[in-house]
């Protein structure tokens, strides 16, 4: 993982993504999927400049099935936002920076 990004699994993501204080981009992903690696830099990104503001998390879906069936997970890469324990938005697919910081800009607050 990049340096601002954590991986989470069925096991932490409990503490990590719906305890967290902070919102929570949690990016599902797999080893075997080309859309994951064409937008993982972009979310790499994103923690870096949003760091301190907003956690940004990636999901192995393959390791970890639980959360992703929980999650109603159909395609990946799929981001979803988490504030206060609650989905608030998803994006399913590949998408520019622009609309993935537009997802998660309402949440962070003196933004």
Request: net charge negative; proline share 7%; charged share 25%.
């Amino acid at each position: 993982m990049a340096g601002n990004v954590i991986e989470v699994t069925d096991a932490t993501f409990q503490t990590e993504v719906l305890n967290s204080p902070i919102p929570v981009l949690v990016d599902f992903w797999a080893i075997w999927c080309a859309p994951c690696r064409v937008i993982a830099p972009t979310v790499e990104q994103i923690a870096e400049e949003y760091a301190g503001r907003l956690k940004v998390a990636k999901m192995n879906v393959d390791e970890n099935p639980m959360t992703p069936a929980r999650y109603g997970i159909k395609g990946i890469p799929t981001l979803i936002l988490f504030k206060d324990g609650e989905e608030k938005d998803r994006i399913i697919g590949v998408t520019a920076k622009e609309n993935i910081v537009r997802m998660f800009a309402p949440y962070l607050g003196g933004v």
